[in-house]
Every structure is written in C-alpha cells, then in structure tokens.
C-alpha cells in the first residue's frame, strides 16, 4: 500500500514487539552478540544486528537512532542518512569526508556564520582554499572553479538574506567539472524539498529546528546518495560523532507532526509577511511576490515555505531597530528557530563585513524573523505596537 508522506510520518515509528506506539531508548555501549561468528558477519555486512541496522558498537547507534536514520532516509529519498549531535556537525561531517590538503571549497557568500568561520578560517590551517561565489549571479560560480575544485557547498535559500538560487544550474556546473555538491536543506527540511532527489549528493539538515519543533533538543541529519556514502561512512566513523539515544527519540516524537507544523508556519509567515511589507521601511525576505526572482527559484523546487523570514529595514537611527526588537513581546531573542515559538534577532551587526558581495548599503538592517505557531492576530498586534520605534 502506498502511503502519503503525512501517514507515514504518523506510522514510521511503531514497535510492535514491543506493542508500543513510540520505540523504546535503547541506550548502550557495548553491543552484544551470540557469537563471534555473528559479530564478524555484522562487521562485514552479512548479517544485521538484531537491534536492527548494521552496528556493532553503541558509537554507531542503537536500534533508537537506527528508527530515526530510516524514517530520514525515507524521507529523503536517500541512499544513506548519517545522525550527528548537531546540525553543524552534519555540515563539518560532509566537508571533511569530502576535501582533502590541496582542494578547494565553493561556496555561496550568503553562507550560515559558523559555516563561514568553518570553511573561511579553519580550513585554512589544513592548506584547504575555500572560495566564495554570489548566490545572485551563478557566473561568479563558474568563474571561481579551477582544476583544484572539489566540492560546492550551497545554502539555500541563504543566510539572513534568504535569495533562492537556480539549484539546477548549479548542479550542472558541478557536473560538467566533476564536483561534489552538498546544500544545507534545513530552511525547507525534504518535506519542501528533496536535494538528492534534484541531484545533489550530499542534503544537510538541522534535526533542531523544524525536526525537533520544541525547542529542546540539537541534532543534525546527513543524507547521501550512493556516490559519497563510503567516503562519509569512513570520515564519520573516523570522526566517531554520535547522536544520542534520548536525543533520537525526542527528535522521532517531533517529527511526527512535521508536515501539520510545516504548514501552520508557512500559513503564519505568509500572513505576517503581508502585513509587514505594506510598510514602506520594511522589504520582507520570504517568496511573497509572484513576479520576483525569489518567487520563481522557490516555486521551482520547493513544495511550500516554512516560518523563517528577513527583514530588510531602512532606518537611519540604528538604536530605533534594536527598540524594535526588544519592544517585541511575543517574540523571543535567542538563537536556533524551527521551534513552536516566535523568535527576532537583529542580524545586521553579525554579517556586517563578513560577505564580499551581500553586504548591507547605508542605513540598511537585517531583522531576522522565525514566525511561530501562534495566533497570527496576536503576533501582528505585537509587531504593530512595535513598528512605530522605527527611525
């Protein structure tokens, strides 16, 4: 029988065995066998564990996890899902399984900031070049690939300035000069959008945003197609992250309602996204006008929106944006979103300088929203009384 995607996330994770609608937390280091023979058959593949999947010690899961890699690999549509403790840690999994001294990074300037300090700084130290491409004009892509290019990592839609890019285009640069591909997925998670289905060998994602959706656990999720999957399973078992039992399940039990949260989020932001562009400061970040760029690369690859949006703010008094931030009661100032609540953040300090081609002109703000699952009523009320510490 075949199942939609909403009735399978409702199902993927019954045990029967043990006649429990959620699985149990396995947690465990030492794996046990009934044999060597056995051992030796689940370390050359021949045979899977009976906690289900193929491990033979608690680093690389338990039955837990082994639940969770299926329902991903599923959804994704995926060779292989890799689990890691957090959504960075997918990122640094896939660049690291992939490069090499002597190689050389692509990838998009309206990048994730850890992921910049990561592939900017860092790989520096490991003779690693990294080189930076304008996710506006995929020209500049073309130009920066040389014969030592090994992998473009793509964020889309970007960092903080959330422009949709041509995904096929990209994926035909890679392919004409032999390169890798990795995007991080976690604005759209497969639900929206599904990377290896497109192409792309490698789809990160975030399990602790919109996977989780409560705010209470981290975890990230590497999904690869056949191509890449001994050069990760190497480097990640070299590596050793692992997601932990406890986390698995919080992130099982939350997924569960991905696709009803989803779309209340998505419902939320177009609504919110609507109100505040007819605000002549204000040019809402979010796939709103049909006749935009955004509108069309979005449309093109994504089944829907989730609840993350930017704001684009004029204002010449830079304290009035904070005002507006911190005037905000119904939002929360923290990190992460993908959660049940409503989030802000001023961004425009944390990008300022970092990015060669999208940095911000005079008296321009970044406002980062992720717009929760709240009455939207209430949440347009709060940003009204808001709005007017704008100067």
């Not at 060779?79 to 050389?104: K, N």
């Not at 919110?272 to 690859?301: D, E, H």
């Amino acid at each position: 029988m075949s199942k939609s995607v909403k009735t399978f996330l409702k199902h993927a994770a019954k045990d029967y065995y043990n006649r429990t609608v959620n699985p149990p937390v396995v947690r465990a280091s030492t794996i046990i066998f009934k044999s060597m023979q056995d051992l030796r058959k689940t370390q050359n593949r021949q045979m899977k564990n009976p906690l289900g999947g193929n491990f033979d010690y608690g680093r690389k899961g338990t039955s837990t996890t082994y639940i969770l890699q299926n329902i991903l690999k599923k959804l994704e549509e995926s060779y292989h899902v890799f689990l890691t403790p957090t959504g960075f840690g997918s990122i640094f999994l896939a660049v690291f399984s992939i490069l090499r001294p002597g190689d050389e990074i692509l990838v998009s300037d309206s990048l994730y900031s850890p992921t910049r300090i990561l592939t900017e700084d860092y790989l520096k130290e490991y003779k690693i070049k990294v080189k930076f491409y304008n996710p506006r004009n995929l020209d500049t892509l073309k130009k920066e690939i040389s014969k030592n290019s090994k992998l473009i990592l793509v964020e889309n839609p970007g960092s903080n300035t959330f422009e949709f890019q041509d995904l096929s285009k990209i994926l035909s640069i890679a392919k004409k000069n032999k390169l890798f591909t990795a995007i991080d997925n976690t604005w759209g998670t497969p639900y929206l959008f599904k990377p290896i289905k497109l192409g792309f060998d490698m789809s990160i994602v975030s399990a602790t945003k919109y996977y989780s959706g409560h705010s209470d656990v981290m975890g990230g999720s590497l999904a690869v197609n056949k191509k890449v999957f001994k050069m990760v399973e190497k480097a990640n078992d070299v590596i050793g992250m692992r997601l932990s039992p406890d986390d698995a399940y919080l992130i099982i039990r939350g997924i569960r309602t991905l696709d009803v949260r989803l779309e209340k989020h998505e419902k939320n932001a177009r609504i919110l996204g609507n109100f505040l562009s007819k605000n002549k400061r204000i040019q809402v970040l979010y796939p709103l006008k049909k006749n935009s760029l955004n509108y069309k690369m979005w449309k093109k690859y994504y089944f829907g929106g989730s609840g993350l949006m930017g704001l684009k703010i004029i204002a010449k008094n830079k304290n009035s944006i904070t005002k507006f931030v911190n005037s905000l009661k119904l939002f929360g100032h923290g990190y992460s979103w993908g959660g049940f609540e409503s989030l802000a953040l001023h961004q425009g300090n944390r990008e300022k300088g970092k990015r060669k081609f999208l940095n911000l002109k005079k008296n321009e703000h970044l406002v980062r929203l992720h717009i929760g699952l709240e009455d939207p009523k209430d949440l347009i009320d709060d940003l009204k009384k808001s709005l007017k510490f704008i100067k």
